[in-house]
Antibody, heavy 119, light 110 residues
Framework: QVQLVQPGAEVRLPGASVTVSCKASGYILSSYNMHWVRQAPGQGPEWLGILDLSNGATRYAPKFQDRITMTWDTSTSTVYMELSSLRADDTAVYFC????????????WGRGTLVTVSS | QTVVTQEPSFSVSPGGTVTLTCGLNSGSVSTRHQPNWYQQTPGQAPRTLIYKTNSRSSGVPDRFSGSILGNKAALTITGAQADDDSDYYCVLYMGGGLYVFGTGTRVTVL
């Protein structure tokens, strides 16, 4: 069945970077886009960006444009999201979510990775 | 800055009907924004309810329906049940590959 598997948690110091992985299985990656969404404690979700898995094109939310990178490794069917220059307010659960291209629908979600930024 | 606004909270009786809305600070919401609706319970990832304004995701009960009402997207729950007690978020496509989540609505069924 379709699965998006993420690690449970990461801890980083302020100013560091974090790379969150999302391993996909059960479907053909190139037919889909992958989105990243985060949710800070007690807050609503926030869209971070999209990676087109057919050609590697990306689009990021303007707020994160200068410190986020989304990539993927076709050999392992794993998508990555790197966020740099971390601050305490980057503490959140980070989700990957797939979209069948042109449906504008996040139809399957990973369980999320809690990223804690703390000194 | 684009802000997508939703009512903070609603209360509905079991069996009742409630309509949540999703508005845009910069103008009207239309089908070109491809409104989606997600349900979320604490500690879980969001669950897709509605996509492309009014298409129900697989397995979603038909008591959930989506529409455009005036200048907003809307999610209607008809015949609310106890397990509809959740947070609900809309998402709008803003063009150019960009998406924005709404502020969310807490629905209490009691």
């Amino acid at each position: 069945q379709v699965q998006l598997v993420q690690p449970g948690a990461e801890v980083r110091l302020p100013g560091a970077s974090v790379t969150v992985s999302c391993k996909a299985s059960g479907y053909i990656l190139s037919s889909y886009n992958m989105h990243w969404v985060r949710q800070a404690p007690g807050q609503g979700p926030e869209w971070l960006g999209i990676l087109d898995l057919s050609n590697g094109a990306t689009r990021y939310a303007p707020k994160f444009q200068d410190r986020i990178t989304m990539t993927w490794d076709t050999s392992t069917s794993t998508v990555y999201m790197e966020l740099s220059s971390l601050r305490a307010d980057d503490t959140a659960v980070y989700f990957c979510a797939r979209e069948l291209r042109a449906t504008y629908c996040f139809d399957t979600w990973g369980r999320g990775t809690l990223v804690t930024v703390s000194s | 800055q684009t802000v997508v606004t939703q009512e903070p909270s609603f209360s509905v009786s079991p069996g009742g009907t409630v309509t949540l809305t999703c508005g845009l600070n910069s103008g009207s919401v239309s089908t070109r924004h491809q409104p989606n609706w997600y349900q979320q319970t604490p500690g879980q990832a969001p669950r897709t309810l509605i996509y492309k304004t009014n298409s129900r995701s697989s397995g979603v009960p038909d008591r959930f329906s989506g529409s455009i009402l005036g200048n907003k997207a809307a999610l209607t729950i008809t015949g609310a049940q106890a397990d509809d007690d959740s947070d609900y978020y809309c998402v709008l496509y803003m063009g150019g590959g960009l998406y924005v989540f709404g502020t969310g609505t807490r629905v209490t069924v009691l």
